[in-house]
């Protein structure tokens, strides 16, 4: 006899009726945002920066698959424990768990042919997820399986149909796009299993332990191949619980995990403190607006940027280190998943308003990594620095933090690690201390590489001023300036050097891709000199001329044939899905024109973000492409973190109350905005008369607010005059 899905939505609703009552800012999150097109987003349950991330699965198709799961498919392997958000690399998907009934079967089964395995078929009308929540219908087997989870453990709730053999299968083999290297399960008692994976994918030596604990005893389980581990139950059964956590100590702490944070069955309280902990931090920025639309990309934006750092360590403060030691408990919470390239643009900067304590807990992870490896971390993964993307962007994060005056922080340290991983070899760096040019015959991406170190020795400088460290200061100031060694003046762009000195031939500023840049060409890479904008402008021949050019590079096409799957979201030569070019638009208030940042920025939000699955033009990237979001419809942008100066442009929200980790709230009003009325006509800050289009970040953190009065045509003159410019 089995169970309709009506009856099964029914149960499941009244068991969630507790979470409905919570809702509030959860209600406008829509997780499918995002994990169509390009994404790559997370869908699952998690809560905020959390350890584990329990999800569905589909078998690997392709790049669009890279967080494990695609809006598009419609197979189902089973839940993984362990996710990556938008990234353009697929790694992680371990612990795969996946309920089924009937006949014994160990392996997933193909796209082509599911049913040879435990693979089964699902539907979105069929399907919810919330954060903190999933479930769906495995339609093959008519189960109902619903996800929650606390910071470290994964709670699964199977509802069965009955009349045939109820299965579980956990396979260590599976992993997206990477191989098992090692694995073991056991079980230790009736309701006890433990084991390990590791494997090599993105992260070249993953460990990954795990235990796990069931509702009701396990009287039948059976080993394949030390790499898939099958629960059996009678045809009686119709519930059945499972609460899995994961550890990179051991499965011993990934069991203490769980004893510590679920040692109950509770599911419905499990998802209702879920949906509590998601509200709580949502609830830090509070927008209002009469487009019930925006409000929902606003809160999944702002959702986005909080699954990814993920929390490392284990309940007791344990963690391995990159040096794969064993650190016993930390006196601070450590953290992975690091995608900095992508995220000290405005992620990171979003996290030191909002969330000062685990922004400093992110910098000692930082820290502690550096002591561990030898330099500051690049693109940190579960353990593993794979030395992903160009530049060292943990240094701009760590300079920002303590500019802003984040607590906590061994300043002495940090400088001390910063400089030290400034001044090796790594990639080019031997040249920008000699003051050269990175040669693209010998290092590849050389222009983007430069670019990159620039920013950051600019913002060692600008920590070095503030700690009076006046050599330092002089020294990375004058190696900020190196930006300069690529610049052409016949051209105007920023162009590869040969080891002789030369400019590398054949030069084309539209080609694209281009590899002496990243994922990108000359045209994207001229703008990234984000705290140096009045020499950049200089170059270029002046203000006017720094304009003109802006607006052709907004204008000018990509040529046919000169595309790359990140090179999305365009304008022109403007692409807005990948990173390096997201500051770009908020330079026209360098130069006196802050009426185009408005109207480049509200095209951008009302273009690019929508509330489909498709809704993020580019991969996400760890929280990035909604960072971007979430500064720009609050009004304002962080061109260049380190300097703490925010860039006005257009809010696409009527008012945002942004309550800061100073404990003072700021608020942002835009007086008469609509989709028509984009242009900054006036502004007031703290009810006096403002003509700047910036303000600081003690500003901001010291609490006010600033009204800015909206119309439909431009006020050429706000921000027009050079004393009123960032």
Same mark, same amino acid.
């Given at each position: &006899?089995? &169970?309709?899905?009506?009856?099964?939505?029914?149960?499941?609703?009244?068991?969630?009726?507790?979470?409905?009552?919570?809702?509030?800012?959860?209600?406008?999150?829509?997780?499918?945002?995002?994990?169509?097109?390009?994404?790559?987003?997370?869908?699952?349950?998690?809560?905020?920066?959390?350890?584990?991330?329990?999800?569905?699965?589909?078998?690997?198709?392709?790049?669009?698959?890279?967080?494990?799961?695609?809006?598009?498919?419609?197979?189902?392997?089973?839940?993984?424990?362990?996710?990556?958000?938008?990234?353009?690399?697929?790694?992680?998907?371990?612990?795969?768990?996946?309920?089924?009934?009937?006949?014994?079967?160990?392996?997933?089964?193909?796209?082509?042919?599911?049913?040879?395995?435990?693979?089964?078929?699902?539907?979105?009308?069929?399907?919810?997820?919330?954060?903190?929540?999933?479930?769906?219908?495995?339609?093959?087997?008519?189960?109902?399986?619903?996800?929650?989870?606390?910071?470290?453990?994964?709670?699964?709730?199977?509802?069965?149909?009955?009349?045939?053999?109820?299965?579980?299968?956990?396979?260590?083999?599976?992993?997206?796009?990477? #191989?098992?290297?090692?694995?073991?399960?056991?079980?230790?008692?009736?309701?006890?299993?433990?084991?390990?994976?590791?494997?090599?994918?993105?992260?070249?030596?993953?460990?990954?332990?795990?235990?796990?604990?069931?509702?009701?005893?396990?009287?039948?389980?059976?080993?394949?191949?030390?790499?898939?581990?099958?629960?059996?139950?009678?045809?009686?059964?119709?519930?059945?619980?499972?609460?899995?956590?994961?550890?990179?100590?051991?499965?011993?702490?990934?069991?203490?995990?769980?004893?510590?944070?679920?040692?109950?069955?509770?599911?419905?309280?499990?998802?209702?403190?879920?949906?509590?902990?998601?509200?709580?931090?949502?609830?830090?920025?509070?927008?209002?607006?009469? !487009?019930?639309?925006?409000?929902?990309?606003?809160?999944?934006?702002?959702?986005?940027?909080?699954?990814?750092?993920?929390?490392?360590?284990?309940?007791?403060?344990?963690?391995?280190?990159?040096?794969?030691?064993?650190?016993?408990?930390?006196?601070?919470?450590?953290?992975?998943?690091?995608?900095?390239?992508?995220?000290?643009?405005?992620?990171?900067?979003?996290?030191?308003?909002?969330?000062?304590?685990?922004?400093?807990?992110?910098?000692?992870?930082?820290?502690?990594?550096?002591?561990?490896?030898?330099?500051?971390?690049?693109?940190?993964?579960?353990? %593993?620095?794979?030395?992903?993307?160009?530049?060292?962007?943990?240094?701009?994060?760590?300079?920002?933090?303590?500019?802003?005056?984040?607590?906590?922080?061994? @300043?002495?340290?940090?400088?001390?690690?910063?400089?030290?991983?400034?001044?090796?070899?790594?990639?080019?760096?031997?040249?920008?201390?000699?003051?050269?040019?990175?040669? @693209?015959?010998?290092?590849?991406?050389?222009?983007?590489?430069?670019?990159?170190?620039?920013?950051?020795? @600019?913002?060692?400088?600008?920590?070095?001023?503030? &700690?009076?460290?006046?050599?330092?200061?002089?020294?990375?100031?004058?190696?900020?300036?190196?930006?300069?060694?690529?610049?052409?003046?016949?051209?105007?762009?920023?162009?590869?050097?040969?080891?002789?000195?030369?400019?590398?031939?054949?030069?084309?500023?539209?080609?694209?891709?281009?590899?002496?840049?990243?994922?990108?060409?000359?045209?994207?890479?001229?703008?990234?000199?984000?705290?140096?904008?009045?020499?950049?402008?200089?170059?270029?021949?002046?203000?006017?001329?720094?304009?003109?050019?802006? !607006?052709?590079?907004?204008?000018?096409?990509?040529?046919?044939?000169?595309?790359?799957?990140?090179?999305?979201?365009?304008?022109?030569?403007?692409?807005?899905?990948?990173?390096?070019?997201?500051?770009?638009? %908020?330079?026209?208030?360098?130069?006196?024109?802050?009426?185009?940042?408005?109207? #480049?920025?509200?095209?951008?939000?009302?273009?690019?973000?929508?509330?489909?699955?498709?809704?993020?033009?580019?991969?996400?990237?760890?929280?990035?492409?909604?960072?971007?979001?979430?500064?720009?419809?609050?009004?304002?942008?962080?061109?260049?973190?380190?300097?703490?100066?925010?860039?006005?442009?257009?809010?696409?929200?009527?008012?945002?109350?942004?309550?800061?980790?100073?404990?003072?709230?700021?608020?942002?009003?835009?007086?008469?905005?609509?989709?028509?009325?984009?242009?900054?006509?006036?502004?007031?800050?703290?009810?006096?008369? %403002?003509?700047?289009?910036?303000?600081?970040?003690?500003?901001?953190?010291?609490?006010?607010?600033?009204?800015?009065? &909206?119309?439909?045509?431009?006020? %050429?003159?706000?921000?027009?005059?050079?004393?009123?410019?960032?």
């Amino acid at each position: &006899m089995s &169970m309709n899905f009506k009856s099964i939505i029914t149960c499941a609703l009244i068991g969630m009726a507790g979470v409905a009552k919570a809702q509030s800012l959860t209600s406008y999150v829509d997780p499918h945002i995002g994990s169509g097109g390009h994404g790559h987003v997370f869908v699952g349950a998690s809560v905020p920066f959390g350890a584990i991330q329990p999800g569905p699965t589909n078998i690997f198709k392709g790049w669009d698959w890279d967080s494990g799961y695609n809006y598009g498919d419609s197979i189902l392997i089973g839940f993984a424990h362990l996710h990556l958000n938008g990234t353009g690399i697929g790694d992680l998907g371990d612990i795969l768990v996946m309920p089924y009934t009937g006949e014994i079967k160990t392996d997933k089964g193909t796209e082509k042919e599911h049913t040879t395995g435990y693979a089964s078929l699902y539907s979105h009308q069929h399907e919810k997820v919330k954060p903190g929540y999933y479930s769906v219908l495995l339609k093959d087997y008519n189960i109902f399986a619903e996800l929650t989870a606390t910071t470290r453990v994964g709670f699964h709730r199977y509802k069965f149909p009955g009349g045939k053999t109820a299965r579980v299968i956990v396979d260590l083999k599976e992993g997206t796009q990477d #191989k098992a290297t090692e694995t073991f399960i056991e079980q230790v008692d009736e309701y006890t299993f433990k084991g390990h994976r590791f494997s090599t994918g993105w992260a070249k030596d993953q460990r990954v332990y795990f235990a796990i604990r069931t509702s009701l005893p396990v009287k039948q389980f059976t080993v394949y191949n030390k790499e898939k581990g099958l629960m059996s139950f009678d045809e009686t059964i119709r519930q059945l619980q499972l609460k899995v956590s994961v550890s990179s100590v051991s499965a011993d702490n990934a069991l203490a995990n769980i004893v510590a944070e679920a040692p109950g069955w509770d599911f419905d309280a499990v998802a209702k403190s879920a949906d509590e902990q998601w509200n709580k931090e949502l609830s830090r920025i509070k927008v209002e607006t009469k !487009d019930v639309k925006s409000k929902r990309i606003f809160y999944t934006s702002l959702y986005h940027t909080m699954i990814n750092p993920s929390v490392y360590s284990d309940h007791n403060g344990d963690y391995r280190g990159p040096d794969k030691k064993v650190y016993e408990k930390a006196p601070y919470t450590s953290y992975t998943i690091f995608s900095m390239w992508d995220t000290y643009r405005a992620a990171h900067p979003l996290y030191t308003i909002i969330d000062t304590e685990r922004a400093a807990d992110m910098v000692r992870t930082m820290l502690s990594i550096y002591e561990q490896q030898g330099k500051l971390p690049i693109w940190h993964l579960y353990g %593993y620095e794979t030395g992903t993307m160009v530049g060292i962007s943990s240094l701009q994060i760590i300079a920002e933090a303590y500019l802003k005056g984040i607590k906590g922080l061994d @300043a002495t340290k940090l400088f001390e690690a910063m400089k030290a991983t400034a001044n090796t070899d790594y990639r080019g760096l031997d040249y920008v201390r000699d003051f050269k040019p990175i040669p @693209a015959d010998k290092v590849r991406e050389s222009v983007a590489r430069g670019l990159e170190y620039a920013i950051s020795d @600019a913002s060692i400088a600008e920590m070095a001023k503030k &700690m009076n460290r006046q050599d330092d200061y002089q020294y990375f100031s004058k190696r900020a300036a190196n930006y300069q060694l690529y610049f052409d003046p016949a051209t105007r762009f920023f162009r590869a050097k040969l080891s002789d000195g030369s400019f590398k031939p054949d030069f084309d500023p539209m080609r694209a891709p281009d590899h002496d840049y990243t994922e990108g060409n000359a045209w994207q890479y001229l703008w990234l000199v984000p705290y140096d904008v009045p020499g950049l402008s200089k170059l270029l021949g002046g203000d006017a001329a720094f304009a003109n050019k802006l !607006d052709s590079f907004f204008s000018l096409k990509m040529k046919a044939g000169m595309d790359l799957a990140d090179l999305t979201g365009l304008i022109g030569q403007y692409a807005h899905g990948n990173e390096p070019g997201h500051h770009i638009p %908020y330079l026209y208030a360098f130069v006196g024109q802050q009426w185009k940042v408005a109207e #480049k920025t509200r095209y951008i939000m009302k273009t690019f973000y929508h509330d489909q699955p498709d809704g993020i033009v580019g991969n996400e990237d760890c929280g990035q492409m909604s960072a971007w979001n979430v500064f720009s419809s609050l009004g304002f942008y962080p061109v260049y973190p380190a300097s703490g100066v925010y860039v006005i442009g257009s809010p696409s929200v009527d008012k945002g109350t942004i309550h800061t980790s100073s404990g003072k709230d700021f608020v942002i009003e835009a007086v008469n905005n609509s989709p028509e009325n984009i242009y900054i006509q006036k502004a007031e800050l703290n009810g006096k008369a %403002y003509t700047k289009s910036y303000f600081l970040h003690t500003d901001l953190m010291k609490g006010g607010k600033i009204r800015l009065f &909206m119309g439909a045509q431009p006020n %050429y003159n706000f921000g027009k005059l050079k004393a009123d410019r960032p």
